[in-house]
């Protein structure tokens, strides 16, 4: 049993039993930038994809199958702008503790298409491009603040990362997804890797949806030589994980060269704007243990034994309607996507079309990774707590997305129990119409495929959590997605023990209250 087993039994009792550092307090004062800085870099602007073909709708990016199209500059510009770009500045009056701030320039929220657990932003892109493409061949590092690529190292090493990732990938385009640790752990300490393995999940979601809508191919792989990736980007491995590469499939092909010489490496180094950087033991540790065995993709079906469970026979079943259509544009979902923070109002109950057509997206969420592959089972299943829907009594549900029903778990109206198990102040959740809990069986998939298996629970939940997100943003319906509850509680009201599932967060859906204090400036 590998340290990730410990790691996430810790994560799930930290309502019970507080994880160290006890009463640990963040600098705010010296807190890192939301985003590597390397200075004196050049700089290539990107692109926003504005001339390129029309996004297509959020229902052919969820539901539909990959692409053959290719990338282009455009494309990937567009991609990456309506993902991880800042689009606005946006200061409404909400119920989050850092409101108060929000009106200096210093502390602005920036809107971005991708939801990140506490708007940190940590996941860092880079671009390896190859030959034959928009630029000089090359390892770029995506600014998000400028919308622009900054040269990191000039040359074709492309090969180094089919090296990195495997004899069968034979692309010469790369987006490689790290994660810098200390901008997420100087706020959540050592539930920084918890978090930021969700972010990472959501940001390729993200890229999935978009990518599908248009017809374009994205699947990621998350297991490959991590060691070598980090050399070759020039990072301490404890202190910047690599957690994903996707192949691009480009608009010309070259042909592919195999490594030679010495290891290139990024000799360019970031500045760092926090004067104190913090090592979390816990973060080391689980970083180590996750990037142990990174060479050793699972074998295909070796997930199957940690799939969801069927749904038993017995309990009370509901239809739900037909889904409402997700037609909305998904440029114009991400624009939208925002989280609710305490503006639920359960006055206006929830359709129930609505309802069906946000558990339908976010149960066909799927990153079609190396570990799982495009027709694998699914690892999440989704549990309903119905507040205020039409036509659906209150209570605690299991979702059955094979026959788009509800079987009951519990009777009675949830709200008092959602409530006293959630730790913040920044939502009630009786006001929510429901609140729909992911639940996937961690210690089997850590059983299945060993520690690594970690980042691909969390990759899977953070990509139902963005789904989610997005669909409701298309059906007009406010949203949000919170970590702060108390798991075991979760599990026992679920009656989770003897299926071995983690109720890894909470997703809450609704109506809002009407004529809020909004204010919105749009960048992009």
Request: some cysteine.
């Amino acid at each position: 049993m590998g340290h990730a087993h410990d790691y996430a039994e810790a994560i799930m009792h930290r309502g019970r039993i507080p994880m160290e550092p006890v009463g640990f307090v963040p600098d705010w004062s010296d807190r890192p930038r939301k985003g590597k800085f390397y200075p004196g870099a050049e700089t290539f602007p990107l692109p926003d994809g504005n001339g390129t073909d029309p996004s297509g709708t959020v229902r052919e990016g969820v539901f539909a199958g990959p692409g053959t199209e290719r990338f282009t500059l455009p494309l990937l510009g567009g991609m990456l702008l309506d993902s991880y770009g800042r689009t606005g500045r946006r200061l409404g009056v909400q119920a989050n503790t850092d409101l108060p701030s929000l009106p200096c320039y210093t502390d602005a929220n920036w809107s971005r298409g991708t939801a990140s657990g506490g708007g940190l932003y940590p996941v860092t892109v880079y671009w390896v491009n190859g030959p034959r493409g928009p630029l000089a061949p090359g390892v770029h590092h995506y600014s998000t603040t400028h919308h622009a690529m900054r040269r990191l190292l000039t040359g074709d090493v492309s090969a180094e990362v089919r090296e990195a990732v495997g004899p069968d990938v034979t692309a010469g385009q790369f987006l490689v997804v790290g994660v810098k640790f200390w901008q997420n752990a100087f706020k959540y300490n050592s539930f920084c890797m918890h978090a930021v393995s969700m972010d990472v999940g959501a940001a390729l979601q993200t890229w999935r949806i978009w990518a599908r809508a248009r017809g374009l191919r994205v699947e990621p792989l998350l297991w490959f030589d991590e060691q070598r990736l980090a050399r070759l980007l020039g990072v301490d491995l404890l202190e910047e994980g690599i957690f994903a590469v996707v192949p691009l499939s480009w608009e010309k092909d070259a042909p592919l060269a195999r490594p030679t010489g010495a290891a290139p490496r990024v000799r360019r180094t970031e500045s760092e704007r926090s004067r104190e950087v913090i090592a979390f033991e816990a973060v080391r540790r689980i970083q180590a243990a996750t990037a142990e065995r990174a060479t050793e993709r699972p074998a295909p079906g070796a997930i199957a034994p940690a799939a969801a469970l069927p749904e038993p026979a017995h309990g009370e079943r509901a239809a739900l309607p037909e889904p409402e259509p997700l037609d909305m544009g998904v440029r114009e979902a991400l624009r939208r996507r925002r989280s609710s923070f305490g503006r639920f109002d359960a006055r206006r109950p929830l359709a129930a079309g609505q309802l069906a057509a946000a558990l339908a997206a976010s149960a066909s969420a799927s990153l079609d990774s190396d570990a799982t592959g495009a027709d694998g089972p699914p690892l999440a299943k989704l549990y309903v707590f119905v507040n205020h829907v039409e036509g659906v009594t209150p209570g605690t549900y299991s979702y059955l997305p094979d026959t788009h029903e509800l079987r009951l778990v519990r009777p009675g109206p949830p709200g008092g129990f959602l409530q006293r198990n959630y730790f913040l102040s920044n939502y009630n959740l009786e006001q929510a119409a429901a609140v729909v809990v992911p639940a996937v069986r961690m210690a089997a998939v850590l059983d299945a495929v060993g520690d690594r298996g970690y980042r691909l629970v969390n990759a899977t939940v953070g990509a139902v959590a963005q789904t989610f997100y997005t669909a409701a943003a298309a059906l007009g319906v406010g949203s949000g997605v919170a970590l702060g509850f108390d798991a075991v509680s979760f599990v026992e009201e679920l009656d989770l023990t003897a299926s071995g599932e983690s109720p890894l967060l909470i997703m809450l859906i609704g109506h809002e209250r009407p004529g809020s204090a909004d204010f919105r400036y749009e960048l992009a």
